[in-house]
């Protein structure tokens, strides 16, 4: 009996090898066939890897905004440069409830909402057409097999089948967004009876991917000023945008520009209101350092440090020149362990802003102190002087009126077009 049982399991033991030396074979023979984007190979060929470059960016803030449920989200955005693929980056990294992708699409962008005819593409994740991405995690789409050129405008659509709670990821959009009523609409030229908007929804990222390393990628970190506010909607004139058609108006589209602008951020504080956080020394490697291919990081931060206490009613958030320089230091020495470089940006002009309690002597003391930290002592890769760029030279402590939005803080197009000249594009080489 005992050796009719060992003898059973002995045959057992041996199939069960054989099948299993069997695998490996076979999937590496599925993987040699698939390639890495899961798209068909010539037989013997393994396909080169792709360099990836970020082209846009949205950095995520607190949750906050409308929810979304069973509703299509469609939102245009315009890369900085091209490339032979591209893919889509994602967020949940701020919501405590599961994110349900059922459907995505991705197009080049037409008037009025519409797409492009023949350039849709669907979108997948790890080959499927959904994903579920849990709370505090961002999601990659996986590479679609598509030639964009440099400063093209791109329509990604988002079917979301359950509820999300609140889920704005970026409030200051400045381009027009369409939500659909009930239903998947990801495929369709255009989204029938859909509501307007101006905001990102869990969308963060946009990548170029190519065969060899041919593009490096420049990060814009800061604040409001960043972020565009002031200019005007649906035209990409925020200031890191008009530095990417400079860089190709001259023959340099090979970097991508990140907008990682946050209307209201700080260096060394959480806003009271959920739209202005999290705080830059918090999100910096979350929203710079995981950038691929980043080369280059511009910073332009403080100017909330020094006006926010007193507006906001905060006076124990209040902060001193030598304090911002400290934290501008931990974000310089923080970026040069990753081999980035970093060009520090002077804070501009606001005396006369129109924000109650935002200016006051003492802050324009501590913003001068700043500045001449920035310009003289920093241990930076490069300086760019917005400061003198944008003052009114007959009152250098108010913004210029010809670059004045007009609440006294914040540039207009004009403005922000003077930021992007007055960039020595020799920093990046």
């Given at each position: 009996m005992h050796k009719l049982t060992s003898f059973r399991a002995l045959v057992?033991?041996?199939?069960?090898?054989?099948?299993?030396?069997?695998?490996?074979?076979?999937?590496?023979?599925?993987?040699?066939?698939?390639?890495?984007?899961?798209?068909?190979?010539?037989?013997?060929?393994?396909?080169?890897?792709?360099?990836?470059?970020?082209?846009?960016?949205?950095?995520?803030?607190?949750?906050?905004?409308?929810?979304?449920?069973?509703?299509?989200?469609?939102?245009?955005?315009?890369?900085?440069?091209?490339?032979?693929?591209?893919?889509?980056?994602?967020?949940?990294?701020?919501?405590?409830?599961?994110?349900?992708?059922?459907?995505?699409?991705?197009?080049?962008?037409?008037?009025?909402?519409?797409?492009?005819?023949?350039?849709?593409?669907?979108?997948?994740?790890?080959?499927?057409?959904?994903?579920?991405?849990?709370?505090?995690?961002?999601?990659?789409?996986?590479?679609?097999?598509?030639?964009?050129?440099?400063?093209?405008?791109?329509?990604?659509?988002?079917?979301?089948?359950?509820?999300?709670?609140?889920?704005?990821?970026?409030?200051?959009?400045?381009?027009?967004?369409?939500?659909?009523?009930?239903?998947?609409?990801?495929?369709?030229?255009?989204?029938?009876?859909?509501?307007?908007?101006?905001?990102?929804?869990?969308?963060?990222?946009?990548?170029?991917?190519g065969p060899q390393k041919t593009r490096a990628t420049i990060v814009a970190f800061g604040d409001s000023i960043t972020d565009g506010y002031g200019s005007t909607g649906d035209a990409d004139k925020r200031w890191p945008d008009q530095l990417a058609e400079r860089l190709n108006s001259q023959g340099q589209g090979r970097y991508g520009v990140i907008n990682a602008g946050i209307s209201g951020n700080r260096l060394l504080h959480d806003s009271p209101a959920a739209m202005f956080g999290p705080n830059a020394l918090a999100r910096f490697d979350r929203d710079v350092l995981s950038i691929p291919g980043l080369s280059h990081v511009i910073v332009l931060e403080g100017i909330n440090d020094i006006g926010q206490a007193a507006s906001f009613g905060v006076p124990e958030q209040t902060v001193s020149a030598k304090q911002i320089t400290a934290a501008l230091e931990q974000l310089i020495d923080r970026a040069h362990t990753r081999g980035v470089k970093v060009i520090g940006a002077t804070l501009l002009p606001f005396e006369g802003t129109t924000f109650a309690n935002y200016w006051s002597e003492v802050g324009e003391r501590e913003r001068q102190a700043v500045n001449d930290w920035i310009r003289n002592e920093a241990p930076f890769d490069g300086v760019i002087d917005f400061d003198k760029a944008v003052q009114d030279q007959a009152k250098p402590t108010w913004l210029k009126p010809e670059y004045d939005c007009g609440d006294h803080l914040h540039p207009n197009d004009a403005g922000y077009k003077a930021m992007a000249d007055a960039i020595d594009l020799k920093l990046f080489d």
């Open positions: 057992c033991v041996t199939a069960l090898a054989v099948a299993y030396s069997l695998l490996p074979k076979v999937g590496a023979a599925a993987a040699e066939k698939s390639g890495r984007s899961g798209r068909p190979q010539a037989e013997g060929k393994t396909p080169a890897p792709l360099s990836w470059s970020g082209t846009w960016g949205a950095s995520p803030v607190f949750p906050m905004g409308q929810e979304i449920n069973n509703q299509t989200i469609r939102q245009f955005v315009r890369i900085s440069c091209g490339g032979s693929s591209i893919r889509v980056r994602f967020s949940n990294e701020t919501s405590p409830n599961p994110l349900v992708i059922g459907s995505a699409h991705l197009a080049v962008g037409a008037a009025g909402g519409g797409i492009k005819p023949g350039t849709d593409h669907k979108l997948t994740f790890g080959g499927g057409d959904s994903i579920t991405v849990p709370p505090g995690a961002p999601a990659l789409s996986d590479p679609v097999d598509m030639s964009v050129a440099d400063l093209s405008t791109m329509a990604i659509s988002i079917f979301v089948p359950r509820w999300t709670g609140l889920a704005v990821v970026h409030p200051s959009g400045n381009q027009t967004g369409y939500i659909s009523k009930t239903g998947n609409y990801t495929g369709d030229e255009k989204i029938e009876g859909a509501s307007l908007n101006k905001f990102r929804f869990f969308l963060t990222g946009v990548d170029v991917g």
